[in-house]
């Protein structure tokens, strides 16, 4: 049997990933690191589910600032103001 690999594309063997975060100083423990990694995945993830929302149109202020019905309005409706 003969894979489909193209002989001059990189493997994931050849190429390094890079790494998330970098510990610059110090010397954390398994524990740190775990505390780390749980604060900036819980950011992340906030920072997605507080995007704005569209505001709907049927939810202006501005549709509230029309003139209040009352009878006899669809006679002004048409009327030439």
């Known amino acids: 049997m003969s894979t489909n690999v193209d ?3 990189p493997t994931s063997e ?12 110090g010397a954390p423990t398994a524990a740190e690191l775990a ?4 604060v900036v995945a819980a950011a992340s993830a906030v920072g997605e589910a507080d995007a704005p929302r569209r505001r709907s149109a049927w939810a202006a202020p501005d549709r509230s600032m029309r003139v209040p019905l009352n009878s006899g309005g669809w006679r002004s409706s048409l009327a030439p103001r």
């Open 35 to 38: 505390a780390l990694i749980a």
């Open 14 to 25: 050849q190429v390094p990933e890079r790494p998330v975060l970098r510990i610059i100083r």
């Open 7 to 9: 002989a001059g594309a």
